[in-house]
Nanobody, 121 residues
Framework: QVQLVESGGGLVQAGGSLRLSCVVT????????MGWFRQAPGKQRDLVAD???????LYKEPAKGRFSNCRDNDTNTMTLQMDSLKPEDTAAYYC???????????????WGQGTQVTVSS
């Protein structure tokens, strides 16, 4: 089964840094676009950053200028470096990926289980 395994969340003080990772495992032929979403209690799930299969990343406010998203296609790993963290960054962060499991197969929109990021004041 295809799985997106996230890690790197934790508790950090405002101004600190965290590094989130998402590894795609299982029967995978191609991993297309990937992205990070976050959701705080009572809030909708919003896009933070995404990245194309060739490594072009885009960032949504308020992450722009503080976060950096990259990927390693040899290991099917996406990494989000988060610097200058703010309390409003507190949320569950979810990995998303478009995955084709076999040649000529359709791309499925898959999600990880989430990793909690908590930023204290």
């Amino acid at each position: 089964q295809v799985q997106l395994v996230e890690s790197g969340g934790g508790l950090v003080q405002a101004g600190g840094s965290l590094r989130l990772s998402c590894v795609v495992t299982g029967y995978v032929f191609i991993v297309g676009g990937m992205g990070w979403f976050r959701q705080a209690p009572g809030k909708q799930r919003d896009l933070v950053a995404d990245i194309t299969s060739d490594g072009n990343a885009l960032y949504k406010e308020p992450a722009k200028g503080r976060f950096s998203n990259c990927r390693d296609n040899d290991t099917n790993t996406m990494t989000l470096q988060m610097d200058s963290l703010k309390p409003e960054d507190t949320a569950a962060y979810y990995c998303n990926a478009m995955i084709a499991a076999y040649p000529c197969g359709d791309y499925d929109d898959d999600w990880g289980q989430g990793t909690q990021v908590t930023v204290s004041s």
